[in-house]
């Protein structure tokens, strides 16, 4: 144990010098690296300082505009258990895809600002914006009606809202709302709302010109994702594997920082305390942040990093509902497709190798432009197995794969079956034991279901007068803790519960598979062929 600490302590030594300098998450060790690189990179300097917010009014636009994935499930099956009782030939009930690293994807193959925004003094037509752009769009809409079986905007998101109906929380109709959106949103927003386009409020429009990142930048993500990819599951390389996996998963993080905070101080009389930054406070720290690129990703790039991972997964969930083809569930990068006959399959594949191939095209750009080969774009696992970067990846392919059982309750609460036995996602209880808790039944996932304290979800209780303690340790030696300020951990239970910020009142019966049919409610039902 000894050695060990010891070793750590000379890595820490070498590679920081100082305990001062030692840095305290994943997202400070990308950080420092990057900026190593920029001090030698004019065009990364220029990036920066080009595209860190002018003042507060900027700031605060772009802090509205930020949007983060989706996580939603279809309100017709809230609840519902769907299962795969008799085999359809070459078809499936459920079947899974993903985004292959999709916000690295979005951050080396898709357009960012690269300059600060500017409020158009003129009148900007909405339906017809300028392409060389990015645009934050200020508008409120009357009379809105979703007219696909997800929504769009979380209600926490929008400026204003009246008389809206709420679909898990996100905005299925409303009286009016009100939004700062970005050009990719306000796409999504014509997309999938019926409303009068005669009848909007333009406020502002503000404008930036958009290209790319800084091609380092992107050499970097490349780099990090090819080396994630080999080195996955390989003998002997966990430590640079768990290390180019953090800066592929930070660079995201590290541009989304808030830069809105309050500043925390301690001192030993009267403990913590917060102050909120005045505008003149942020303003002062926006200069210095531009005159020494104090951070190597500015917070526009985050925005339109999210912006263009949600419309890539809205735009396919949209584009298979066109072609009668429901999504059960979606989380930032992944759906989870009810397939209802064997063409229905073959569409979605027919539709997945169409827009992979369209991306395809992004990527080979990206390697012409910063001069490298497409094992960057195209690595392999330890098998030989390629793993396109933001490529849709079927999660089903096989038999043994699919989901057997799947049921949702809302954002980040599903389970499914598949050969393997059953899998669940519920955000606050850990997935090993929450899953005994279920007995190997999917039925126990419902609403009101409890998790015992041996679920592993724990709470943590602040303590600010605690009690003198004496310990003595195993080797005799007696110390008294005079501490008056602690976390106390310690196990709790968890209830599951139905999502209740739905308003939609069409909720399906259970779904089987009986004989040639598949049955989806009292009131209808598709022949499979």
């Known amino acids: 144990g000894c050695r060990v600490v010891y070793e750590v302590i000379q890595q820490h030594k070498e590679r920081y010098g100082t305990v001062h300098d030692i840095v305290y998450t994943k997202t400070s060790v990308l950080r420092q690296k990057l900026k190593e690189i920029v001090k030698e990179d004019k065009a990364w300097q220029s990036y920066i300082k080009a595209t860190i917010p002018w003042d507060f009014d900027e700031v605060k636009l772009l802090t509205d505009a930020y949007y983060g994935g989706v996580s939603h499930g279809m309100h017709s099956y809230l609840g519902k258990v769907i299962r795969y009782k008799v085999e359809i030939k070459d078809g499936y009930i459920v079947i899974s ?14 357009y960012v600002p690269i300059r600060r925004f500017r409020e158009c003094t003129y009148k900007v037509d909405l339906f017809n914006l300028n392409p060389d752009y990015c645009y934050i ?19 926490s998101k929008v400026i204003e809202c009246k008389g809206a109906v709420t679909d898990n929380g996100r905005i299925a109709q409303a009286e009016s709302m009100r939004v700062r959106v970005t050009e990719l949103d306000w796409s ?4 999938m709302y019926d409303f009068d386009t005669s009848n909007i409020e333009v406020h502002n429009v503000y404008y930036a010109k958009k290209g790319s990142l800084p091609n380092n930048f992107i050499k970097f993500i490349l780099d990090a994702y090819k080396d994630k990819t080999k080195y996955k599951k390989v003998d002997g390389m966990e430590t640079t594997y768990l290390l180019k996996k953090g800066y592929n998963n930070s660079c995201y993080g590290l541009a989304v920082q808030s830069l809105l905070h309050d500043n925390v101080y301690f001192n030993n009389i009267d403990g913590f305390s917060t102050v909120t930054q005045t505008k003149e406070e942020i303003n002062k720290e926006l200069v210095k942040m531009r005159n020494f690129c104090k951070t190597p990703v500015t917070y526009s790039t985050g925005v339109w990093c999210t912006a263009h991972a949600r419309s890539r997964l809205l735009t396919a969930c949209c584009d298979l509902e066109d072609m009668g083809i429901e999504t059960l569930y979606m989380d930032t990068d992944s759906l989870k497709i009810l397939i209802k006959t064997p063409e229905d399959r073959e569409k979605v ?16 750009a990206v390697i012409r432009t910063i001069g490298v080969d497409e094992s960057y774009i195209h690595p392999t696992d330890k098998n030989g197995v390629e793993h396109p970067l933001g490529y849709w990846e079927c999660e089903t392919v096989t038999d043994d794969e699919v989901y057997k059982e799947f049921v949702q309750l809302g954002a980040k609460k599903y389970a499914y079956r598949d050969s393997k036995g059953l899998h669940m996602t519920l955000a606050g209880v850990p997935k090993e034991e929450g899953l005994k808790l279920l007995k190997d039944d999917i039925n126990n996932f419902r609403d009101g279901f409890v998790f015992g304290y041996e679920c592993g979800k724990k709470t943590l209780y602040y303590s600010k007068n605690q009690d003198e303690l004496t310990i003595t340790d195993y080797q005799g030696h007696v110390t ?5 300020f602690g976390i106390c951990m310690l196990n709790t239970t968890y209830k599951l519960k139905q999502a209740d910020d739905y308003d939609m009142t069409d909720v399906a019966e259970d779904i089987e598979v009986v004989d040639d049919y598949i049955i989806i409610d009292s009131n209808r039902s598709i022949k499979s062929t």
């Open 188 to 191: 999504l927003i014509c997309r």
């Open 349 to 364: 594949e027919e539709y997945i190798e169409k827009v992979n191939n369209a991306f395809e095209k992004r990527l080979q």
């Open 97 to 110: 895809y993903d985004i292959s690293s999709s916000y690295p994807a979005a951050l080396a193959a898709c």
């Open 137 to 155: 769009i200020d508008v409120t809409i009357h009379d809105i009606d979703s007219v696909y079986n997800h929504s769009l905007f979380s209600k």
């Open 480 to 484: 008294t803790m005079s501490q008056k």
